[in-house]
């Protein structure tokens, strides 16, 4: 049985709360339960002050057994960071433009760029693969999206690893396997209908939405669009076309992570739940403090509220 645990974004000791919580303890150096396997969501690193901990931590766990781990955005740009662009001398799968620095820095500063820390941490996120798909559970950073997963089904391997010379692809805009990494790993984005924009926090336009993909319902665009508040009202009320959201068929419970939800955990339906809570909420201008949420699975086709636990942050 499996304890599914959200994006922790540096807050090692929140995650050690979180797992002695659940019922891990610390032996030699690895923290392990006698019956259950911790399964990652992915988002290590950035923006938190104990981020070389808690890849520490995840590794070890990983290594001996005692945890699976998906891919999240976060390193996946960090691996990109660190690639030189084959065919580009000098420059970087993912530029290094004051933009991505500001996002990657304090990552930067607590691992020593280029240290051998630094360099064991990219090896190890290369490893991590995209999505499990176990008996009875599937898990995947932001969006199980099955057209994504089958163009993306020519970069991986048999276990859901980016293969090592698939990164320049993935990492080339404007290109199909661009846009399913950014899907899975970032979430859908849907086109808004011909006229319409709204603009994002730093007053950009934009023309796409990241839509809860998850409803089980037909709902518009404006019910479905995650935007800023007050850009609502420039989404239109029309809904959104069938054939445009991936839809999930239920067969399994599926986790995933990404999404800095707030309040009190509970399933987005009765077969998906999100465990990212927002824990480097006191990063940011968010108001209030975020949760690190785990969710105790033990084998259930449909989820229950009264299975998630959290740690404050």
């Known amino acids: ?41 992915g ?12 890849v520490a931590i995840a590794k070890a766990m990983v290594e001996a057994g005692q945890a699976l781990a998906v891919m999240g955005n976060h390193e996946f740009n960090a691996v990109a960071w660190a690639t030189e662009d ?9 530029p290094h433009i004051p933009k991505n620095q500001r996002q990657h820095q304090a990552y930067l500063d607590q691992v020593e760029k280029n240290s051998p820390l630094h360099r064991e941490h990219i090896a190890w996120f290369k490893t991590l693969p995209l999505y499990l798909d176990l008996d ?35 990492c080339r805009k404007d290109s199909a396997p661009f846009d399913a990494l950014e899907t899975v790993v970032k979430g859908l ?9 709204f603009h994002d926090k730093d007053g950009n336009p934009r023309h796409h939405i990241r839509p809860r993909w998850w409803t089980l319902e037909q709902l518009s665009y404006r019910d ?13 009320t029309c809904p959104v076309p069938e054939d445009i959201l991936p839809g999930y068929a239920g067969d ?41 949420c785990a969710y105790r699975w033990d084998g259930e086709s449909e989820l ?7 740690v404050e942050g």
């Open 1 to 41: 049985m499996y304890d599914l645990i959200g994006d922790i974004h540096g807050y090692a000791t929140s995650l050690k709360q979180l797992l002695s919580k659940l019922g891990y303890t610390e032996r030699e150096g690895v923290w392990q339960h006698p019956v259950r396997q911790v399964i990652f969501l």
């Open 43 to 54: 988002d290590f690193v950035d923006r938190g002050p104990e981020q070389v901990e808690t």
């Open 86 to 94: 084959p065919e580009s001398s000098g420059e970087y799968l993912r």
């Open 136 to 170: 009875g559970l599937r898990v995947i950073h932001a969006c199980w999206h099955p057209p994504s997963l089958w163009v993306l089904s020519d970069y991986m391997d048999e276990q859901q690893r980016i293969l090592p010379d698939a990164w320049p692809a993935l």
């Open 189 to 197: 984005e849907i086109r808004l209908p011909r006229g319409y924009e």
């Open 224 to 236: 479905l669009a995650m935007v800023p508040a007050d850009q609502l009202e420039a989404m239109p």
């Open 252 to 292: 399994k419970p599926l986790f995933v992570g990404h999404y800095w939800l707030t309040g009190e955990p509970e399933p987005l339906n009765r077969y998906i739940a999100c465990l990212d809570y927002s824990i480097a909420a006191g990063h940011t201008q968010s108001t209030g403090e975020g949760k690190l």
């Open 304 to 310: 229950s509220k009264e299975r998630f636990l959290w």
